[in-house]
């Protein structure tokens, strides 16, 4: 299994950096976190099956699915991953942490994408929805949501994310806002969005802004994420680190 090689160490993978428009050929949002104590996945883009197979990354090694909000290229790939759990005859439990929701939005796209599969009818699957500030704890990870400023029907909640000694935080899709030194505070990695270079967009944020609180964080690692065509066009005036498809991370 996945993880076993080393047991000791955290590594991450990207397997989607992109915005919703995948630009620059990207994958849409999806991070494999693989701990000591099992596998799991921050948000879920549409092209997260893809990218788990292209990068060696089993579904079935995975126990939980973290989704931060509801735009689909977020957590859209869901249905695609519980189509192949499915078709693998997976009996594993399966956990799937958001916002309150996540089930009926899941029954009602698999039913518009494939009527009559009743998919869900047949894993093994624990839904929890979050709200903000209280903890979801598992026997291996657990995850403080912290609402963010992001479209307010999407539910955006930026993620603290505590397993196996490692504390990973989370972005999701916002703008500038305090709370983001709160996701990051004391974090060994934390994952921020930064969709654009100067451009601002309500939502959003661009790179000349964050840079302006960037010492405000204390997070030991910090990587850059979800990138808009202008600002992977100035990449080269970016002194952070970026994420790109297929970065593995040690934490």
């Not at 849409?28 to 996945?41: D, E, I, K, N, R």
């Not at 859209?76 to 005859?89: H, Q, R, S, T, V």
């Not at 060994?188 to 451009?199: A, G, K, P, S």
Request: proline content about 4%.
């Amino acid at each position: 299994m996945q993880g076993q090689e080393n047991s000791k160490t955290h590594t991450l993978t990207v397997i989607g950096c992109g915005d919703a428009f995948s630009s620059g050929g990207n994958a849409q949002t999806c991070f494999h976190v693989q701990s000591p104590s099992g596998a799991f996945l921050i948000d879920c883009g549409a092209g997260a099956l893809a990218g788990l197979k292209k990068n060696g990354l089993p579904l079935a090694d995975i126990d939980t699915i973290i989704i931060s909000h509801f735009h689909g290229d977020h957590y859209g790939g869901l249905p695609y991953l519980l189509l192949e759990a499915a078709k693998e005859k997976r009996t594993q439990l399966l956990t799937i942490i958001s916002p309150p929701g996540c089930e009926e939005k899941i029954e009602q796209l698999l039913e518009l994408l494939y009527p009559g599969t009743a998919v869900l009818d047949k894993l093994n699957l624990q839904f929890i929805s979050f709200q903000a500030g209280e903890d979801v704890a598992l026997s291996h990870l657990t995850v403080t949501p912290i609402r963010v400023a992001h479209k307010p029907e999407s539910l955006p909640h930026g993620l603290r994310i505590h397993t196996a000694e490692k504390t990973i935080g989370y972005s999701g899709d916002t703008s500038w806002t305090e709370r983001l030194v709160d996701i990051a505070a004391d974090t060994d990695l934390f994952i921020c969005e930064c969709c654009f270079y100067n451009t601002e967009v309500d939502g959003h944020l661009n790179y000349l802004e964050l840079s302006k609180h960037i010492d405000r964080f204390s997070a030991k690692k910090i990587m850059l994420t979800h990138f808009d065509e202008e600002m992977i066009a100035h990449m080269d005036n970016v002194a952070l680190p970026r994420a790109n498809d297929g970065l593995r991370l040690a934490l």
